[in-house]
């Protein structure tokens, strides 16, 4: 499903509406929610939102956890991190216990990191067959989503839940959640916003079939509970 927003501030805002819905939803069945956050500009508008009134009083914070779909390999405190974006937009702001947040980083090889944060996933959902309740994506203009970058190994993933490898174009190694694993989400929220990401949207939606040029095709979920959020500007093609 798409819905199409005139501009990112209307976006934002009602991907920061289905963010608390899911949360209260999860919690409500369960007594947990578990979340896989973004990185990139296009969740910011939502995260700081979340971080505000009303918002913020509206999400069960204290039964949140926290993970990540992507990241790059770089610490915690470089400009480039993921999950220092969300920390600084979101998760300082609000009330959710720091045992519950999952970042992608820590100081070994990022091959063995990947195993670690499988082994940890594992153990966290106890070989349930269903994930996340609200995994967050964005796309870039090439069509990639998480660190599925077009012509890549990792798209052919098909047992592995995490993988890390040196993504040459970009001189640097990510870590990434892999199709199989993304797609073991009850709810998959795409993020997606401006003239640049018009073509590959048209593409992924509408082209032919060409996961390996458009990663993003890769995202279908068990559920089929996959909504597109995006502006006018990246719907122009459509």
Same mark, same amino acid.
């Given at each position: 499903?798409i819905?199409?927003?005139?501009?990112?501030?209307?976006l934002?805002?009602?991907?920061?509406?289905?963010?608390?819905?899911?949360?209260?939803?999860?919690?409500?069945?369960?007594?947990?929610?578990?979340?896989?956050?973004?990185?990139?500009?296009?969740?910011?508008?939502?995260?700081?939102?979340?971080?505000?009134?009303?918002? #913020?009083?509206?999400?069960?914070?204290?039964?949140?956890?926290?993970?990540?779909?992507?990241?790059?390999?770089?610490?915690?405190?470089?400009?480039?991190?993921?999950?220092?974006?969300?920390?600084?937009?979101?998760?300082?702001?609000?009330?959710?216990?720091?045992?519950?947040?999952?970042?992608?980083?820590?100081?070994?090889?990022?091959?063995?990191?990947?195993?670690?944060?499988?082994?940890?996933?594992?153990?966290?959902?106890?070989?349930?067959?269903?994930?996340?309740?609200?995994?967050?994506?964005?796309?870039?203009?090439?069509?990639?989503?998480a660190?599925?970058?077009?012509?890549?190994?990792?798209?052919?993933?098909?047992? #592995?839940?995490?993988?890390?490898?040196?993504?040459?174009?970009?001189?640097m190694?990510?870590?990434?959640?892999?199709?199989?694993?993304l797609n #073991?989400?009850?709810?998959?929220?795409?993020?997606?916003?401006?003239?640049?990401?018009?073509?590959?949207?048209?593409?992924?939606?509408?082209?032919? #079939?060409?996961?390996?040029?458009?990663?993003?095709?890769?995202?279908?979920?068990?559920?089929?509970?996959?909504?597109?959020?995006?502006?006018?500007a990246?719907?122009?093609?459509?």
């Open positions: 499903m819905q199409i927003f005139k501009n990112i501030t209307a934002s805002q009602a991907a920061a509406e289905i963010f608390v819905q899911v949360a209260q939803a999860a919690v409500k069945e369960k007594g947990k929610f578990s979340v896989a956050l973004t990185g990139g500009s296009s969740p910011e508008g939502m995260y700081r939102l979340l971080a505000q009134s009303p918002y #913020r009083e509206q999400v069960p914070w204290e039964q949140t956890y926290i993970f990540w779909g992507d990241e790059r390999w770089v610490p915690l405190t470089d400009e480039r991190s993921n999950a220092k974006m969300a920390f600084e937009t979101l998760l300082s702001h609000v009330p959710v216990p720091k045992n519950h947040i999952y970042p992608m980083w820590a100081d070994v090889a990022p091959e063995q990191f990947a195993s670690d944060y499988e082994d940890l996933l594992k153990k966290y959902f106890d070989d349930e067959e269903l994930l996340f309740d609200l995994m967050l994506l964005g796309m870039g203009d090439d069509g990639h989503t660190s599925l970058f077009p012509g890549t190994a990792v798209l052919q993933e098909q047992d #592995r839940w995490v993988q890390a490898y040196y993504l040459e174009p970009q001189h190694h990510r870590i990434t959640l892999t199709a199989p694993c #073991r989400s009850k709810k998959i929220m795409f993020l997606t916003y401006g003239e640049k990401k018009a073509n590959a949207l048209y593409e992924v939606q509408e082209g032919a #079939r060409n996961p390996q040029k458009y990663p993003s095709q890769l995202i279908e979920p068990l559920t089929k509970d996959v909504v597109w959020l995006v502006d006018e990246a719907a122009s093609k459509l």
